[in-house]
């Protein structure tokens, strides 16, 4: 094993860094992506490296960065594109949607996609408008998409490697809360496949599920609820599309309660369709509805009213609480 | 003054069918001039057709064969001049309309039909030889100018242009509307093919009305001049003139595939037929315009050139009989098209496994097979 201890973003970087030394047709494309390394330094150091038709600091234009990186996968390129931040993904909305997508199925297998969309998603850092937002739903609903949110800076290494393998487009959904978060990185192996969920913490009454920096919070709010007596478990679901249903149905065929936690709306959202689903798969396991724990249905609002907006260890344990008394 | 009295349009050919080269259309005359009588009956015999063709597929669907049909009626020697400019190792990005071009560079027209019958989303392999690098129809007005735009910086960071080789050089030709070039992306894309001076020609097709909108509500300058705001060379073309379409794209295409960046060229032309066979063209124009673009008819004019060159009546019957053979031939072919099994909707959503899609392509077959005798 060969471990070391890096930032969520410098074990992004060094994920990127390995797949373009594998593959001379990965290239990255963004704004300010070179000689800033963009606006969260996750590229920082790559054009220098691996030079500026590579490590592209394109024109200012999200429609046109998918549309080209969807005609450079035409030509054999396999292209990792950077949207700035989560609210100016929409621009791109239509080419990721309308041909991204689609395209291998329109094409009946002949042509393949295989372009990376990596978007700085969620809350957290008190910034403003269209800086904080969760559009993970919408490309999860989107059938072409996979969609993944690696949460820890092993999985943000090994996570971006095997997205840019994939021969299909992924959205790649960075918790910009934890560019920060230092943590074990084996370089040497990886631990699991790009879609699988995983559990990260064991517990027999209550099973915790969410994705992306909420992860975090998951394992706050089980600590908090380990002092009380209760034991919680935790699984981050990693891949939103597909969703990997194993570990989670398990755990809830044993604990008999789910609470699912997320930034995003509630309504229409993943974690409606994963509550859904294991109410449908599970439930004569279950001891209490599947409670869900979001954003509620408003615009990101101002920074200042984030710590409301945003669940956070105690409106998780308060669904916990209201799990057990069923 | 009408667009085509415009003192800077390239046109070789007059209304009339008279080699009359106005003073742009100099520059160009060689390249008209090294071409041979073979190749000028060529251009005929595509443009006679590709009319019958798009005839035919309009008669198909109003009997109930397709499911919309949008007709190149009228648009013939834009399409002809300019495909024939190209070279087999330049890649194609057409829109939904450019019938003429897609059969040319050999994609089997019943494959457009398939698409249009609600068979297929794409209905060709743009990777498959026998289809001329031509990429499928994009519905979506100008999504594909950034797709071509993409391909074309491909071309760029993998040195297949501006080599000196013109056997190795490739271009990107992409064909978009007058109503198209109002869409966000034409304009992405044009920014990109600067920025990374793609090997790339822009080609418009100006048949003057976004379904019922003309195009003066579009732009109030001609669309050609936007070219400038992105430093990119560009031209007006009298698109109903097959000759001086084809010079004017061969020109920018070897400009292009020799390393000299992006063109621009706007088409004028007509769509003589309606926009699709859903609209009705007579709520939203008139017919005295209809008939001033009448009496441009690209085959009319060519034919009356190539009479004036000595073309003997025989060649002109011979090209009638291929053209109504062509198109019996897609009449009987896409009376023959079956229906499609219920499991390709399945197929190809993703290149990899993907559980959910398997998990509901397994329900569906057991459902079906559930009733009696089974309808998977």
Known sequence: ?326 | MTPLDDPDIVRVLTAEGTFAPTPQAERYVPLIEALSDTDLETFYRDMVISRAFDRQATNLQRQGQLALWPPSYGQEAAQVGSIRAARAQDHIFPSYREHVVATIRGVDPVDIIRLMRGLTHGGWDPTDARNGNTHVYTLVLGSHTLHAAGYGMGLVFDKRCGTGDPEQDAAVMVYYGDGASSQGDVHEAMVFAASYQTPQVFFLQNNQWAISVPVATQSRAPLYQRAAGYGMPSLRVDGNDVLASYAVSKLALDEARAGSGPRAIEAMTYRMGAHTTSDDPTKYRTSDEEESWARRDPIARMRTYLEGRGASETFFEGVDAEARDYADDVRVRTNALGGIPVDTMFAHVYSDRHPLVEEQRQWLADYEASFEGGQA
């Open chain 1, 1 to 326: 094993m060969s471990a070391e201890v890096l930032p969520f973003a410098k074990a992004l970087s060094a994920g990127l860094a390995a797949a373009m030394d594998a593959d001379d047709h990965v290239l990255l494309m963004g704004e300010d992506i070179g000689r800033l390394g963009g606006v969260f330094r996750v590229t920082e150091g790559l054009q220098a490296r691996f030079g500026e038709q590579r490590v592209i600091d394109s024109p200012l234009a999200e429609s046109g960065l998918v549309g080209t990186a969807i005609g450079l996968a035409m030509a054999g390129f396999r292209p990792v594109v950077e949207i700035q931040f989560d609210g100016f993904v929409f621009p791109a909305f239509d080419q990721i949607t309308t041909q991204l997508a689609k395209f291998t199925n329109r094409h009946e297998g002949a042509l393949q996609m295989p372009v990376v969309i990596r978007i700085p998603y969620g809350g957290h850092i008190g910034a403003v408008e269209h800086h904080q937002e969760s559009p993970e739903a919408y490309f999860a609903h989107t059938p072409g998409l996979r969609v993944v949110s690696p949460a820890s800076p092993n999985d943000a290494y090994w996570m971006i490697q095997d997205a840019i393998a994939s021969p299909d487009p992924v959205i790649f959904l960075e918790p910009k809360a934890k560019y920060w978060l230092k943590g074990e990185v084996d370089t040497a192996e990886r631990a699991m496949p790009l879609h699988a969920s995983r559990r990260v913490r064991q517990g027999t009454d209550v099973t915790l599920v969410g994705h992306g920096a909420m992860v975090t919070t998951l394992l706050q709010a089980a600590a908090l609820a380990e002092a009380e007596g209760t034991s919680c478990e935790v699984i981050d679901v990693r891949s939103l599309s597909p969703v990997d249903y194993g570990p989670i149905l398990d755990s809830v065929r044993r604990t008999g309660r789910m609470v699912y936690a997320q930034e995003a709306p509630g309504f229409a959202s993943v974690g409606s369709e994963i509550a859904a689903t294991v109410m449908e798969k599970a439930f004569f396991a279950l001891e209490s509805p599947v409670l869900r724990v979001s954003g509620f249905d408003v615009p990101f609002p101002p920074a200042k009213l984030e710590g409301q907006f945003l669940p956070d260890a105690d409106r998780i344990l308060e669904a916990v609480d209201r799990a057990l008394a069923y």
